[in-house]
């Protein structure tokens, strides 16, 4: 079945450290997106990108960095410099890029961060 | 600035009861238009969306949104909810600006349905 796959779905971690999520698709889409979910925030973007080795800021990059070496690949690293990491964070895909398609977009399953 | 309002935070609803969550948005020029469900602890799951034609969409588990242009609203309505029905639904628009299409969210409505 093809999806985007999270992992891991919960993730601990002490103040101080980094850490990446993992976000894979098999959809054979061009644009993924990471999105940070906060209760009675919404969704809220935080990198997206619409091609291979490129990608651009979203609305709350500060503290996090992504890359995009493969198409089915877009994992998100949250930093040391990242102020109030615990969240919930999602990850999207679209067939085509924004400004080529209809903006719906594929969700992954989420994956849960607490910084203790 | 673009924008989506999702008045209401929390709609509670007994079973069987009609329901309808509010959505509005702010654009003058071409939108598309979305509705999004996500259970507990699990990603977002498109229920319908508006790109064209009819105003009044049909989606999945029984729910339909009519796209009202003058009033710039997508409001999303089941005639007869059941417990299952119990999420957070999200509101989303796609405005069309022809240089930098945005997709905008709601901040979304906790729908809960008693027994």
């Known amino acids: 079945d093809g999806g985007i796959t999270q992992s891991p779905k919960y993730l601990f971690r002490k103040e101080g450290q980094n850490v990446t999520l993992s976000c894979e698709q098999n959809l054979n889409h061009d644009a993924m997106y990471w999105y940070r979910q906060d209760p009675g925030q919404g969704l809220r973007l935080i990198y997206y990108?619409?091609?291979?080795?490129?990608?651009q800021k979203g609305d709350i990059a500060e503290g996090y960095s992504v890359s995009r070496e493969k198409k089915e690949s877009f994992p998100l690293t949250v930093t040391s410099a990242q102020k109030n990491p615990t969240a919930f964070y999602l990850c999207a895909s679209s067939i085509k890029a924004l400004g080529r398609g209809t903006g719906e977009l594929f969700f992954g399953e989420g994956s849960r961060l607490t910084v203790l | 600035a673009q924008s989506v309002t999702q008045l209401d935070s929390q709609v509670p609803v007994f079973e069987e009861a009609p329901v309808e969550l509010r959505c509005n948005y702010s654009?003058?020029?071409?939108?598309?238009l979305f509705w999004y469900v996500q259970y507990p602890n699990q990603g977002l799951q498109l229920l319908l969306k508006?790109?064209?034609?009819?105003?009044l969409v049909k989606g999945i588990n029984g729910f339909e949104a009519e796209f009202n242009k003058s009033q710039t609203s997508f409001h999303l309505r089941k005639p007869s909810v059941h417990i299952s029905d119990t999420a957070e639904y999200f509101c989303a628009v796609y405005i069309l600006t022809g240089g930098g299409n945005k997709l905008t969210f709601g901040t979304g409505t906790q729908l809960k349905v008693e027994l």
């Open positions: 508006y790109l064209s034609g009819s105003t």
């Open positions: 990108s619409q091609i291979v080795n490129d990608f």
């Open positions: 654009s003058s020029v071409s939108v598309y």
